[in-house]
């Protein structure tokens, strides 16, 4: 019979101690409380925050556990699952609004669109899935920024590039509008990545009440607002719809 790796063994017990009892730890109580030398539970420790499993507080010096491990917990729900659970909601948007809808993911740094539903009437179409969008610029990016603890750490490390003459990339005003879209529910990009482009999107989240992706329609300036406000319908058709997939995936009514 194959023996356990030790070292691992020791990595996913420090885990758990974090996981447990006190929210931050010292190097001290991690190594007396797993009975290792400090020398080597500090090796494990630079390794789990070398791979952002541990973060360590710069003002004091103690341990906790990093936001890898969040992506790491809603791994369980099945990308495939998100998408399944949509299908009849964004089919109904997509009805509702004569808009495009796109559902995306967190995925390395960006958004991964992993569903498409096409704009409802005989115009020419590219079907988007597998498609990478900017976390920074497009309203899918910016709610999983407001709403993801990971998709926030990621964006303050991506180059918030200028799309357009509108888009938002200094780091105070870029936090100013993830407040926004939290306060509101949703977010916005109205011409910030595409000239003539507009899209709304409201975040979808599991029953633990936290974010698996996120939900937009895209179309035309002159359609998605009026007068140059966006269109109260729209922002709450997209929100309905969030809701209703976020119900599908055992979150409680909001």
Known sequence: MAKNIQSLERAAAMLRLLAGGERRLGLSDIASSLELAKGTAHGILRTLQAEGFVEQ????????????????????????????????????LARSSGESVHLGVLHQHGVLIVHHVFRPDDSRQVLEVGAMQPLHSTALGKVLSAYDPVAHSEVMEVERKAFTPRTVTGLADFESMLDHARARGWAADVEET????????????????????????TGAVERICDDGELRSELVAAVRDCARAVSRDLGAQRF
Request: hydrophobic share 45%; proline share 5%.
């Open 57 to 92: 507080d710069p003002a004091s010096g103690r341990y906790q556990l990093g936001a890898e491990l969040l992506r790491l917990g809603n791994s369980y729900l099945d990308v495939h699952e998100l998408r399944a659970r949509a299908l009849v909601w964004t089919d109904d």
């Open 194 to 217: 595409w000239e003539g482009v507009a899209s709304l999107a409201a975040p979808i989240t599991d029953r633990r009440r936290m974010p698996v992706g996120a939900v937009a329609i």
